[in-house]
């Protein structure tokens, strides 16, 4: 790969925010992530976990079950993973709609990254793969912009999107890798880049 296809890739992957790789909440630059699997995964405060925490085993609740394996304590708060809206628990990667995967039993928003797939082991610590290409959770980045669509925190129907004011172009344009919740939502460009059984088609 030459360093202009090289500096092309870094720039998609922070337009597109990829997941960091870490080892403690903490490692995340953004303090709603936080890390499991090895990445930086979006995630949202506990309100009624008010009083502080120390570890992640504080911000266990009784009676919640498989949410609690999501929450974690960050910088003295208790934060649970965000679930993509309409799901549920998941116990694997088939349970989870479109552009999702499932991890510590929760669907979460992911990203199309260069790397292709035949089988699980092809993609790296963290990833699924879905139809044939590696999928990254996604960690929120308050620099992020996307350029073709107003991006939403926890968008839950197509028409949060504005495609009065972002129609889809004739022809897609040159990227490889779709925005948060693209394939679930159906973005404007979810033509272009979602495929695959496991895709909702728009």
């Known amino acids: 790969m030459g360093i202009v296809q090289m500096t092309l890739a870094f720039l998609l992957c922070c337009s597109y925010v990829c997941a960091e790789s870490c080892t403690t ?3 995340c ?3 709603r992530s936080l890390c499991f699997s090895g990445k930086c995964i979006a995630a949202q405060l506990l309100s009624s976990m008010s009083h502080g925490c120390r570890s992640d085993h504080q911000c266990r609740t009784h009676g919640v079950g498989w949410q609690n394996e999501g929450s974690g304590c960050r910088a003295g708060s208790c934060y649970e993973l965000i679930s ?3 799901t549920g628990k998941c116990d694997y990667q088939e349970q ?5 995967i499932c991890i510590q039993y929760h669907c979460v928003a992911a990203e199309i990254t260069r790397r292709s797939c035949r089988m699980p082991s092809d993609c790296h610590t963290g990833e699924r793969c879905i139809g044939d290409a590696c999928f990254s959770p996604a ?4 620099n992020s912009r996307d ?12 028409s949060e999107y504005g495609y009065e004011s972002y129609g889809p172009p004739p022809v897609c344009p040159d990227f490889s890798m779709c925005p948060v919740d693209c394939c679930i ?9 979602c495929r695959g059984p496991t895709f909702y088609h728009f």
């Open 25 to 27: 909440h903490s490692d």
């Open 96 to 100: 989870c709609p479109g552009q999702s």
């Open 139 to 142: 960690s929120y980045s308050p």
């Open 84 to 86: 993509v809206p309409g």
């Open 147 to 158: 350029r073709y669509y107003r991006r939403r925190l926890r968008p839950t129907s197509s």
């Open 185 to 193: 939502v159906g973005c404007p460009y979810a033509h272009c880049c």
């Open 29 to 31: 630059r953004d303090p």
